[in-house]
């Protein structure tokens, strides 16, 4: 693509976590909204996005985890460092173990949970597009190296890279996203130009960028770009955010939209 195109990629992240983002993200699909999504493999919705999945073939990558929910490895679940009760901890949410040393049997644990991650996803039946992950944890450095190998294992070429449009800390983001996109290149994948949430983005940037949303339904049913959950005094957890056809229009209306298959 020339300096002077634009094409953009807008990927919906947690399909199969839970009900409502599932639908969501199919609805938005449905709708020429977004152009692909990332699925996660021990979401509570899992079923739900099997049954849909074959209508979006060819639109969806694989969103590994290490943030949430139950891990499926056994030697995983007995990690207490990233796991507790049989559910993965914050552990890899925080930005000061980026470059912690991971011991051997931590890698080994990881390299299974993530592999088992890949492969229940391709058992049934999705043909996986890219990657990416859950709190962004293949940007972690020390976790980097395992996160890669996997996708080369299963035949993935197209990683998300890290943010690089505009950051709370724009120095240290800026240096470290062009050193991590040294690092993706050197490794063989291919990234789209630009990262960022789709409301982070105040134009349209030159070359190909990937815009980051998560459909959900608030509590009227409306089709938002969940930003936030709220958890009810009856128990129930309600999604805010922005409705997401509006924010869709505003950031990327008039841009060429690309799957991410033809990165």
């Known amino acids: 693509m020339k300096k002077d195109e634009y094409a953009v990629i807008i990927n919906a992240d947690d ?3 839970t009900e409502s983002c599932t639908r969501a993200i199919y609805e938005a699909f449905q709708k020429g909204l977004i152009t692909d999504t990332t699925m996660v493999a021990n979401g ?8 849909m999945a074959p209508e ?8 590994l985890n290490l943030t949430e929910g139950p891990a499926l490895t056994p030697a995983m679940r007995k990690n207490a460092k990233f796991v507790s ?10 930005r000061s173990n980026y470059f912690r040393r991971l011991s051997p049997q931590d890698k080994q644990d990881i390299y299974e949970e993530l592999t088992a991650q890949m492969e229940r996803l391709i058992a049934g039946g999705i043909e996986l597009t890219h990657a990416d992950s859950h709190h962004h944890i293949h940007w972690n450095w020390m ?4 996160f890669f190998r996997v996708c080369r294992e299963h035949g993935i070429c197209r990683v998300r890279c890290h943010k690089n449009v505009r950051g709370r800390f724009k120095l240290w983001n800026g240096l470290y996203a062009h050193i991590y996109g040294i690092r993706l ?3 063989g994948f291919r990234s789209p130009e630009h990262f960022e949430s789709i409301r982070m983005y105040e134009k349209t940037l030159p070359g190909i960028s990937e815009m980051m949303v998560h459909p959900d339904h608030d509590s009227d049913g409306v089709l938002i770009d969940r930003d936030k959950k709220e958890h009810l005094p009856d128990g ?5 955010g922005k409705a997401l056809e509006p924010l869709v229009r505003s950031r990327a209306g008039s841009v060429q939209k690309m799957e991410y298959a033809r990165l």
Do not use: C, S, W
């Not at 979006?56 to 969103?63: L, P, T, Y």
């Not at 009760?85 to 925080?94: I, Q």
């Not at 129930?236 to 805010?240: D, I, P, S, T, Y």
């Open 56 to 63: 979006m073939r060819g639109h969806i990558g694989a969103h």
């Open 143 to 146: 976790l980097a190296p395992i």
């Open 15 to 17: 399909f199969g976590q």
């Open 85 to 94: 009760n049989g559910r993965f901890t914050d552990y890899f949410k925080t």
């Open 44 to 51: 509570e919705a899992m079923e739900l996005a099997f049954a």
């Open 185 to 187: 290149r050197q490794n």
């Open 236 to 240: 129930k957890v309600a999604a805010r």
